[in-house]
């Protein structure tokens, strides 16, 4: 890719080799400067370039991280928060190396409190072993991105995915933190209360931050009972429009569903051919419903009947997890189904979100721009939210493809804009998505660099990221 | 009240002269410099004296609040922002004197778009006003305060109140907002789509700031349907720990209670009192229930069968409006029935919100705190979040009561930090709770600081409140 966005900022060759010689005396082993580490932690999930940090060190304790800080802060040497890698936009990227603080060692659930459906942990905890850990409490953290990402990371890029239509974002579900400032303090920004008015809201303002306000060592989350029933069905629709109303009568009606995701035409015909299954190649719903017996019965009731009023003539329902994960099976594959229609390209993951009313009109327009290139580019979304994402498979060694396909993803998030709706629904803006933030909010961005030179004067957490300073 | 924090800034009576002059020739008769203006606009909800602006002007538009900032900013004046004068912190007082900014004539609904469940309003709407407009939508704004309190100033002070348990507070229903900063620049801080991950979350950042760190000059808000039932009960427990229990597997078991709110025997004897009704003198839980009818008899029905567990006899329960409301007569008139236990008293309302397993607990702990001290001071909470309020009936004209309040309130806000709760669930800091603040989130004021002081560096926007500078 051109990159057009990518500060490669001047480095701080003197600040960094003293930076270096004092962390490989701390950290020994802890403290790595080899290639392959390095190279290993710039790879992301993005289609971005690597950019390598100059040394990783795995972090064991939020005192480490204040030594760290304090010591690169003296130095002004970058310094660049690492979960599981699993960001889209470029977020780990050493755009000015630095370096890589990584936290898969800090993996400890500190304290869950069942009767109040509340947990802290420590950042590098992954979302998975979070719930493998919470199984016995009968409760569950229902944030779901796909990716087993860590909750640090999460946090940082303000991530939600499947289940945000019930159960909300990172940004809802994050009752505090702790988190490592520019002067190595560390700082608690609320209380475990599931509600307060007690000063600036801090917990939301690092939410979403992408590690450039400071060091996440703690996350308090809130956490929810797992359901009693968990139901899950599948209906395809004679139009994206029928599928999309079929969605909005859904939230109108308040029906408390807990997914429904929308997979369009080329999204159904990828996954068909990868898991061998037979859906009609139309757009399709799969929804999901959380609650008790009861409930559930009632809300899929519902649901249905509002599915045949939008034509659907064949709602696929079940209440058995076997049944339900085999139904589910085209969701869950949605990605390598798609990376297989043509596993010689690149892939190119972007996401956009709009008001529901709008979701059909951006689907349908974002598809004929898809026919128009003739591009592989399969559509599945959080319809709920009117979030979808556009995996657009290329050849990213010709530059008339990378071409074409910054210009679709320009025009993607333009057309999100003229709705009124974001450039970004759930990836952030990290590298590659800078100049889509400069015209969405544009004017406020001031107000954004004057909290991030606040909070950072000397720009050493992950600088050259959502905004230039 | 001794206010021990509130801060008498140095008054600039220079830039004072020139701005009111400069005021009055561009507002005319919108701009009022007469005590009784004066009076009105420092008069509260609060406990605290009042503290006059020196005058106050009706805006009508985001470009002459735009004019009043710069002109302010100018001369470095500062300016508070005024809703419904409904705050119970000393939100409004004018601590250093200064330009009050009522929003009552911006009171406009700007927009509403059913489809998307949202609408966009000028902070003069009052919320009451708001729910009139939406009525033939078959949409609601769910936020329940309980005063009539203006959208901007609900905004500003993070405001709650008895339906947050199913809807959220401000932060989770503000989509967006229009700001005027300190340059007198007006921002947006987000589109219209439910979720975004594009740049720092200034939206919630300035929801809950209480005016200090620019003026609010529109707000977007999700709105609900209106539920196609709403269903009503009362329950009495033999103690405040059977309620308390009843609430938290309510939560636990995800019935989507609309309204779980608990009032004590003290409150519950003043009710009978004022409103003539004959409840069982004990602690009483009052539920609501929002749904389709086949869902609103499902969730009435499990919260009946938990209300038996904990040794509730007598569930009385309607979906008859008007029956709801005499049932609900109780919890209405609380406020009023509370102050006629003593009409010649003064009324000190505050509140703290803990972790719900430890709401037995606080509140047990602070009834037992009120007999020692044998206050008058009735408790009613939002049981569901952890959150209840105390109204203590004193003689404001006696320093002994008033010590004795203050002390006891300084043992309240201790008591719930001390349970990992917060000195305010829902008031705010304002003037009145800024040691408590200071106990709370010690280590994080730097942090606030450095962010007021980066949007806001002359101070001007409603200055001594929250924390010092």
């Not at 035409?265 to 719903?285: D, F, G």
Request: charged letters at 20%.
């Amino acid at each position: 890719m051109a990159l057009k966005d990518v500060i490669d900022g001047p480095r701080n060759e003197i600040g960094l080799s003293e930076v270096v010689q004092a962390l490989s005396a701390q950290f020994g082993e802890r403290f790595q400067t080899g290639k392959a580490h390095r190279e290993q932690h710039a790879h992301s999930t993005s289609y971005l370039p690597a950019q390598l940090p100059d040394g990783v060190v795995f972090v064991e304790s939020g005192k480490e991280v204040q030594a760290i800080v304090r010591l690169c802060a003296h130095h002004k040497v970058p310094i660049i928060g690492f979960g599981a890698g699993t960001s889209l936009e470029g977020q780990v990227n050493a755009a000015s190396g630095g370096i890589c603080v990584d936290f898969t060692w800090m993996n400890k659930v500190l304290r869950v409190s069942p009767e109040d459906l509340d947990c802290t942990v420590e950042p590098g905890v992954t979302r998975e072993a979070l719930n493998v850990y919470l199984r016995d409490t009968g409760l569950f953290f229902p944030i779901d991105p796909g990716a087993n990402a860590s909750i640090g990371g999460m946090a940082s890029t303000r991530a939600s995915g499947t289940n945000a239509v019930r159960y909300g974002t990172m940004k809802d579900n994050v009752l505090a933190l702790t988190v490592v400032t520019a002067n190595g303090e560390e700082i608690t920004t609320a209380q475990r209360a599931r509600k307060s008015s007690a000063g600036y809201d801090l917990t939301r303002l690092f939410v979403g931050a992408e590690g450039t306000l400071g060091l996440i060592t703690s996350i308090t989350l809130r956490l929810q009972g797992i359901p009693e029933k968990i139901g899950g069905g599948v209906c395809g629709f004679p139009s994206l429009e029928d599928a999309c109303n079929a969605v909005i009568t859904t939230i109108q009606l308040g029906i408390p569903v807990a997914r429904i995701e929308l997979l369009d035409q080329m999204q159904m015909r990828a996954c068909n051919a990868y898991s061998k299954l037979t859906y009609p190649e139309q757009p399709t719903l799969f929804v999901e419903f959380h609650g008790t017996d009861e409930a559930v019965a009632l809300y899929s009731r519902q649901f249905a009947a509002i599915a045949a009023d939008f034509g659907c003539t064949d709602f696929r329902y079940t209440e058995d997890a076997e049944e339900r994960a085999q139904l589910w099976k085209a969701r869950h594959n949605a990605y390598w189904a798609s990376r297989a229609l043509a596993p010689h390209l690149a892939g190119l993951s972007t996401d956009v979100c709009v008001p529901i009313s709008r979701l059909a009109d951006c689907v349908a327009e974002t598809q004929a721009d898809i026919a128009a290139e003739g591009f592989l580019a399969p559509i599945v979304g959080h319809a709920g939210d009117g979030n979808f994402h556009v995996l657009v498979l290329f050849d990213d060694k010709s530059e008339e493809d990378v071409a074409r396909v910054e210009a679709f993803t320009e025009r993607l998030s333009a057309r999100a804009l003229a709705m009124q709706g974001t450039c970004t629904g759930e990836h952030g803006i990290g590298q590659g998505k800078m100049r889509y933030l400069e015209a969405e909010l544009g004017a406020a961005i001031p107000a954004m660099r004057a909290v991030k030179q606040a909070l950072d004067p000397d720009n050493i957490f992950n600088p050259g990221k959502i905004f230039r300073l």
